[in-house]
């Protein structure tokens, strides 16, 4: 297991979907408990989280609680270590972060995890690279974004390790699986006439290069998402015509307006995804289950009320649930990588959905790259171009290493490329509009942000981007209210949307608003105008040691920036006035630069 500090938005995916799950679906009280500690600790307010503070925050005790007498905090917190021991054991054996409650205390931890799948569901699905310089590339690095791009061996047996006692059971069915569906593909590989492959060579990589060339799907193929209804009911029928609605509207799925025709099949159906409209535990509740059609694992499973399910109500709710399962930072592309089961799209979009929660040179290069050899290799994809266009920009406005030539022209030809290749695509039409806004054309910049968000209102993205070009087009009491909302209803979000909260509660003049939305701003490679907003929001609110460490830490990182933050600000397009106010509450924390 990796010991690298997770970025704070990977723990906040990783939290949302332990707190949907099964495990802790009928422990009300551990979902709170979880939720707060992780909440406060994230938020930099670790100090507080002892029992008595606990108590009252999470339990609802009162100023007499006497923690020698009342254990409810120990068994709880006892409780919610098993309940995560559980999960990580089960349902969350592959979430690439883990959080702990070390014993002695209530803080928690994080670690990245190096665990894959168990293996009789890797056998089913997952690639295994066919050298072994493929399998020694970095993770992350854009070695592997090919490797995993372009599988060489979609369905080569893999090296299993000792079963764990939980998993013997399973060891028959396993190996059975294997023994069918190398039979299975030993008859495609016959009629392909591909024997000839097996002639001389290295009969074992050929085998399975000839495998992937008739396995390998497509490499521009998206996920597929079907809906089930078994629920009778007015109430389900609007909440399947509100996910319905949603659906429609995601690029990076295709959305198939009817049942599965024929029986799951491992391999065709690996990337395959069902929302399951179910009844709920009580009268009036919905149940909606996203299920993976192949292997019938649940996803998400998240119980909708009756006052969820109204009709003020639902498409909040259906809008949380998408765009926390259907993004490339989601539930379902997190299950597609840790599966193995990437195409060369699928691919590149989960490096570019890593990249937006952790945003660095490393990460940025690793996506970059994976999308420009699908553009050269005339991709088809509107959202290839898209993508390349943002991070294009991303290269000029933060400066980073590749591509050495970049310019604000080649982002926008890729952008026009992206919207002449899907002329309705939401990510097109934000592209367009982020470079607008870079380029000093707010009202460009809003036009086509507002479309994005008209294309599809249910992905919280399309309408975190439109309140944010808002407030950096000076409009910040009408974008301020959109992000807030967007950042509201998906606690799992990338670190950007925090920012541009930041800025409007700013300069609406909330600043205990503003110092929350700053808290969200930690990544694995702070930048000047994150650690400048952070800074800010703690000396706003008196935490004096931690604006003192920050302001240590912007002056030996950023010498530039510290010197001069007026020049950052304007060189990004900043309105005049949230620059002069910026300036002025750096210059009150104690930025000698600030001018």
């Known amino acids: 297991m990796q010991h690298t500090t997770p970025a704070a938005p990977a723990v906040r995916e990783t939290l949302e979907r332990l707190l949907a799950s099964e495990t802790f679906g009928r422990s009300e009280r551990a979902r709170k408990l979880l939720r707060y500690l992780v909440e406060r600790e994230q938020a930099g307010e670790a100090d507080r989280l002892k029992g008595f503070s606990i108590a009252m925050d999470v339990f609802g005790k009162d100023g007499d609680f006497d923690p020698s007498t009342d254990a409810v905090v120990r068994v709880q917190a006892g409780r919610l270590r098993e309940l995560l021991q559980q999960y990580f054991a089960n349902e969350g054996v ?8 070390p014993r002695g205390g209530y803080v928690p931890s994080y670690e ?3 665990i894959r799948l168990p293996a009789e569901v890797e056998a089913k699905s997952k690639p295994q690279p066919a050298t072994e310089e493929a399998t020694n590339a970095p993770p992350g690095s854009p070695e592997d974004a090919r490797n995993r791009a372009h599988p060489a061996a979609l369905l080569s047996v893999p090296a299993v390790a000792p079963a764990a006692p939980s998993l013997q059971r399973h060891l028959q069915f396993f190996w059975l699986a294997i023994a069918l569906v190398i039979l299975m593909l030993g008859v495609l590989i016959l009629r392909q006439g591909s024997v000839v492959l097996l002639t001389g060579g290295d009969t074992a990589v050929e085998t399975a290069v000839a495998t992937a060339s008739i396995a390998a799907p497509p490499v521009e193929n998206l996920p597929q998402v079907y809906i089930a209804i078994k629920a009778d009911s007015d109430v389900a029928r609007r909440v399947a015509a509100s996910l319905r609605a949603g659906l429609s509207g ?7 307006g009817r049942d599965a025709d024929n029986p799951p099949d491992p391999v065709t159906d690996a990337a395959s995804f069902v929302f399951d409209v179910l009844p709920g535990p009580r009268s009036g509740d919905i149940m ?4 993976s059609v192949a292997t019938g694992r649940v996803l998400l499973s998240r119980n909708l009320t009756a006052g969820d399910s109204a009709n003020t109500a639902i498409e909040d709710q259906i809008s949380g649930i998408l765009s926390s399962a259907l993004p490339a930072s989601g539930t379902i592309y997190n299950y597609i990588e840790q599966s193995g089961i990437q195409t060369g799209l699928t691919a590149c979009l989960v490096l570019n959905g890593k990249y937006y929660l952790d945003q660095n040179a490393q990460t940025h290069e690793a996506a970059y ?9 005339k991709a088809k994809s509107s959202l290839v171009y898209s993508e390349l266009a943002s991070l294009h920009l991303e290269a000029v406005t933060d400066h980073y290493p590749y591509p050495a030539d970049a310019t604000i022209d080649k982002a926008m030809t890729f952008a026009h490329r992206a919207i002449q290749m899907g002329p309705t695509s939401p990510y097109a039409h934000r592209a367009l509009g982020y470079l607008n806004s870079r380029m000093g054309d707010s009202a460009e910049s809003i036009r086509w942000m507002r479309k994005a968000y008209e294309l599809n209102p249910y992905d919280l993205a399309m309408a975190a981007a439109y309140g944010y070009g808002l407030v950096f087009a000076g409009r910040y009491s009408e974008g301020t209210p959109i992000i807030a909302h967007a950042v509201d209803i998906a606690s799992a979000h990338p670190t950007w949307w925090d920012y541009g909260l930041f800025a409007g509660e700013f300069m609406m003049g909330d600043m205990n608003k503003a110092t929350l939305a700053g808290d969200g701003l930690r990544t694995t490679e702070m930048k000047s105008h994150y650690l400048a907003a952070r800074l800010i929001g703690a000396k706003a609110a008196g935490r004096e040691k931690l604006a003192s460490r920050l302001l240590q830490e912007l002056t030996t990182k950023f010498p530039k920036f510290a010197a001069d933050p007026r020049a950052t600000f304007v060189e990004r397009r900043y309105p005049a006035d949230l620059t002069n106010r910026l300036v002025e509450a750096l210059r009150a924390a104690g930025l000698g630069g600030a001018s």
């Not at 592959?94 to 409650?101: D, G």
Request: aromatic share 6%; proline share 3%.
């Open 94 to 101: 592959a979430e690439p972060v883990r959080i702990a409650i």
């Open 288 to 291: 909606l289950e996203l299920q």
């Open 250 to 256: 995601f690029d990076t799925i295709n959305f198939i």
């Open 369 to 377: 790259r994976c999308l420009e050899d699908l553009a050269n290799g």
């Open 112 to 114: 990245l995890n190096a």
